[in-house]
């Protein structure tokens, strides 16, 4: 049974940061792609940045670009996301994903929420200004 969890939510101040983390547990973590969604009441989830199994092609949504970093542990099974210079657009629930499937290629810019299989409940985000 495949376990998402996600932690490191909060209340920050506009321009101040956070950082987020996920395990993953009952898949082989390292061949799986992850990523971070995050949703806002009434809108649409929407893909912040993915990571593809090894580490090395990483894809953030323009609106997180320079700003977020995502990156991965394998030996722990542990997915993270460094969020700098936040501002109240980001203000969102913040979710974890493991991809439906291993696969042998892809292209993460054009993943979306229906690639991934398995979420974990969530943790709340919110920028103050």
């Known amino acids: 049974q495949v376990q998402v969890a996600e932690s490191g939510g909060g209340l920050v101040q506009a321009g101040g940061s956070l950082r987020l983390s996920c395990s993953a547990s009952?898949?082989?973590?390292?061949?799986?792609?992850m990523g971070w969604f995050r949703q806002t009441p009434g809108e649409e989830r929407e893909g912040v940045s993915y990571i593809s199994p090894g580490g090395r092609m990483t894809y953030y949504a323009d609106s997180v670009k320079g700003r977020f970093t995502i990156s991965r542990d394998n030996a722990k099974n542990t997915l993270n996301l460094q969020m700098n210079s936040l501002n109240p657009e980001d203000t969102a629930m913040y979710y974890c994903a493991a991809d439906r499937h291993k696969r042998t290629t892809w292209m993460l810019s054009q993943m979306t929420q229906r690639d991934f299989g398995y979420w974990g409940q969530g943790t709340q985000v919110t920028v103050s200004s």
């Open positions: 009952g898949l082989t973590f390292e061949d799986y792609i």
